[in-house]
DNA sequence: ATAGGTTTTGTCAAGCTTTTGTACAT
DNA sequence: ATGTACAAAAGCTTGACAAAACCTAT
């Protein structure tokens, strides 16, 4: 109902709000059009609050020492001002996914920041994030987009997922490595993963995209995980280094996650498969801590 | 009970309760057919409660600088507007309590998660998590829980409504300046109203609970605010400190929210109250923005 | 959107905000075309903020002794120098004051966002929030600032630390609860020792300031944890209700934090003590973990 | 720094229309 | 109660003007 843009305030009215005389008002929309407002039957003006907050924003760089003129030619650019209200989520990722197809990194941080504050973490990973991954990965499938916005997107958002992320292998929880196979460069998922899995108390070791069977062994030799965690959009990653992986899986509890972790791979490589988006694949994980007793308290 | 829509006043006596000359109530009522009342075997006009409230909105309407037109217009379309997802709600808010009443902190996010992407603001605040407070403080009532369950709610809801009031003080609108005076220290209303402010493109400055009447003058001196809202459950945290809080309202525009406001204190202290749930309180400060005084029209 | 190359201040504007006369602006363009300034269709100059900055890196070098000839061949080819890290959390703290001290949230905000982007979580809680309010601490004891400062730059740090610990208490690792008592209303120092407490594996439950030991006792019984945690400023409210807080400790493991927990105090009550900053206190705590059985892991 | 010319911008006026509270007649 | 009338208040448009801010050139 509070819609505003509807127009109700008469020009009186207006001034009055904004301490600015009726004529001001009439000679501001004469010389730089930066409001148009409504009109009754009669012609009498009719201003909406959106009119009133463009207005404001230019009373606030005049303040600031602008001349009018261009006060007002701010004020009319940045009107954005929906705020349609009604389901902040859409509204935060339609934004969001609007800033990352304008390649504009500082609105997107932005609107990470906002939605950071105002969700929980597996809500920003599973409906914000990597909803907007899918989101442009359909673009460019039907040719709205292409792989550069594509890029962009993950780039910022891989970079806020690993700030997240900066200390999740402090504690005393059991340990987590994490890895994409060679030929694999599709980190995004297995970090929010890592993530969701780092909030649930575990340590995280992450070792990246395009990992070597060979640094993944040596580096779960060093560090003794509890479990082994390797994500893969296709099959493909999996297959080509099977024998190395066989092995791995002999000596660590070895998971699949990602598109890619089929069963029959899984089988084959004598690893355990966890479905779903990172947030849930993080929850199986630790519901099946390997060799663990699982301390159950009594509610 | 008595339904309000029962046609019970005749003219002269709605006049009188209103302050609003008969023959005005009947101008509006041909030029902008904002009530129909209904008629006695004789002629006579017979209105109802509800045909009140419309008059009220009206005038209400008219004291923040509408004129008589416009704010018929809002009051006749001021409708309750029922919702759509009316099942929803109470289905989500009773996953919610559940959530608090198990001191469940990962549920709770996530079921205020799926309420702020399905509902508007107001219907959050007022109709979630205002709603789970006072459930659970008629559960404490009656024995059926601790303060400790309350404590953790509002500690939880505290941090959700917090969260989305990052950006409340980013734009151009008028500023208001927020706090609960020495002794109160439930600030969840008073937050819940600076949101709802926010989204009708104010500026908050929020101070928290238990404020100095000397802060807030500081404060006040610094940012010069628009309006300096003071909540409190009870009347004594304002009566306390009197005689600075009436020095504060010589100086700035003060208004009283919360039900410890009552007229008798805010006429003593010579500031406004505003009634009802925090999101009504919210546009009557929006509405009288002050400044801007329209003087009062002659009754 | 906000291009800091955008022509919008015409030259009164620039040398309001530089201190420096038209006239003189005018000459330096002429004389060493330092800037180049857009013009109206008029032939208004108009300047950017990028002007700006060159502006004043020319005043800078002037100030250190140079000839404007030579400030101004200098600012035409400047370029930012970059900072180191070190220097940086000088800086970044000292800017997040000085938005305290001026009541502004955005600002506030935005630097703390930098701050966790840039820093571990352990240096932001000590060396960023704790030192602000530490250094506002200080200038309110020699009069430099007032309690509304405190109040402010309190509740926003407030604000973010709850944010980062959304879900602190998910997963699977040991339950913390952690609470103040009766009487300590200050729990900053309380929830950044549950972050960095959560951070380290742990589950972590918050009830919050001034909770009456019975509320921290139901939730104790219900929750069971491993821990219990109680912060004070002072050692008075923990010696209030002292007799309640002997029964609590002999049915749960109860730690004092905080600048109150005295060994006096704790002896008395049967509870620990864990000293220093909210992250040793958190690492004490952990190191700790009562009725354990260490797994201890070789790194 | 001064002089002389141009542009910008808030305010006002004149002449006319619409809105609105109140008054009067039926 | 209804209908009409009316005057004050508030709007609208066009046009104009003077102070302030800018410009170039000397």
Known sequence: MGDRREPT???????????????????????????????????????????????????????????????????????????ANEGRLDLLRAELLAAFLSFDAVEAHRIVDEAVATFALPTVINDVWLWCLREIGDRWASGTATVAEEHFASAVIRERMLGMGRDWDAGHGPRALLACPVGERHDVGLIGLGLALGRLGWRITFLGPDTPTESIRAAAANLQPSVVVISALTPAPLLRDAAALQELAGAFPVVLAGPGAAHVVAEELGARVVAGDPVAAARDVAAHLPGSEVVARPA
Chains 1, 2, 3 share one sequence.
């Open 9 to 83: 305030m008469r020009i009186g009215a207006l001034a009055a709000r904004l301490g600015v005389s009726v004529d001001t008002l009439r000679a501001w929309e004469r010389r730089y059009a930066v409001i148009a407002p409504a009109r009754t039957a009669a012609g009498f003006r009719l201003y909406s609050l959106a009119d009133e907050d463009t207005i404001r924003a230019m009373l606030g760089h005049m303040e600031g020492g602008l001349a009018p003129a261009q006060a007002a030619g701010l004020a009319r650019g940045a009107a954005p001002a929906p705020l």
